[in-house]
């Protein structure tokens, strides 16, 4: 067969030469080149390379009791990311929930025992201490950041087959899924990075290797659809498992969704941000709505910060804010509206 046009003619043959390579108008030294990559592949062995040091497959036993009364040891595994270089590691809180005993296996075989630092179930995140040190931790980036379409890695132990590699793009942002607290996880990624039992923990990574989300849960019996938790809320939760073992914050009975704002919109109210939080859903008899709030109402500022994410909202909502009057401004059709909302103590 030939294919001829202005720009080239090239023929292929069934023979040798054809075998070898040897096209008409390419150097045969470059395609003999065994580690000749795209500009696409290469990224993806550079980020591997970087982040799978700080990648570890997580090992966990429990014990768990049948109708009839009788106790098992059931065996469980997920993946984490190391986030110090003395061994601490985040995971997903369902991979070590109940867990009696948890090992930890690093890229180079190494295994340790690890424990539990702190659980969050509100937002599926748990910090473990390793047993580790001397390593070489991800890179936290920025969720904010992130825009659909952008190369998206995945690295864990799906299935137990420990340093597994998956790419895919961001399918979407601002995704709200219930954790197994029952609670709305907000600003959640979609990514069509395929994920498996076993990647829950596992870091999603961008094509700098930085670390852009935890993995933590797919859509059964669909293809493509799966979900982290952004990187953002980890870096908070994980503060906060650090200072106080368990999350303490302020409850308004909201949830939301970051939504760009239209320029007039900025401009008009010399706002500080592009975007804000929409409210969702209300809470009957919470704080929110007590205060007024409803949904489709566009959230701006809370207490003395502007709010242009969730995260910008639960940073407000720390311990120091329950009992106390905030004030809350946001829009509702496009008017200013200025509110004082009293936060209280999460029931989680």
Not at 179 to 193: C, F, K, N, Y
Not at 263 to 283: G, P
């Amino acid at each position: 067969m030939v294919i001829s046009n202005s720009q080239f003619d090239i023929k292929f043959l069934e023979s040798d030469d054809a075998l070898k390579g040897n096209l008409n108008g390419v150097a045969p030294s470059v395609l003999e080149q065994p580690d000749f990559l795209d500009s696409y592949s290469e990224a993806v062995a550079n980020v591997v390379e970087s982040v799978s040091p700080a990648v570890v497959h997580i090992a966990v036993k429990k014990k768990v009791q049948d109708r009839r009364g009788h106790k098992h040891e059931m065996e469980g595994s997920g993946s984490g990311a190391v986030i110090t270089p003395d061994g601490y590691i985040v995971t997903n809180c369902h991979v070590v929930e109940g867990a009696g005993e948890i090992e930890t296996v690093f890229n180079d075989g190494t295994r340790c025992v690890a424990r539990v630092v702190g659980e969050d179930p509100a937002t599926d995140i748990a910090l473990l201490s390793g047993g580790q040190s001397g390593l070489s931790p991800v890179r936290f980036g920025d969720s904010n950041a992130l825009r659909v379409g952008q190369l998206a890695i995945a690295i864990g132990s799906p299935l137990g087959f420990q340093s597994t590699v998956t790419t895919g793009v961001i399918s979407a942002l601002g995704r709200s899924m219930r954790s197994l607290s029952g609670r709305l996880i907000d600003e959640v990624i979609q990514t069509d990075a395929a994920l498996n039992p076993g990647n829950s923990g596992g870091p999603l990574v961008d094509s700098r290797s930085r670390m852009i989300g935890i993995n933590t849960a797919i859509i059964q019996m669909a293809q493509g659809i799966c979900f982290a938790i952004p990187v953002n809320t980890v870096r908070w939760v994980v503060s906060q498992l650090f200072r106080e073992g368990k999350v303490i914050r302020g409850f308004l009975g909201i949830s939301g969704q970051r939504i760009p704002l239209p320029t007039r919109v900025v401009r008009f109210y010399n706002l500080s941000k592009d975007s804000a939080v929409m409210i969702i859903s209300v809470v009957p008899g919470s704080p929110a709505d007590h205060a007024g709030l409803r949904e489709g109402d566009v959230l701006i500022s809370l207490g003395e910060s502007a709010i242009s994410s969730v995260d910008d909202v639960h940073h407000v909502l720390g311990k120091e804010s329950i009992g106390k009057s905030l004030s809350i401004v946001f829009l509702r059709e496009w008017a200013r509206t200025e509110k004082s909302i009293v936060p209280v103590e999460t029931a989680e």
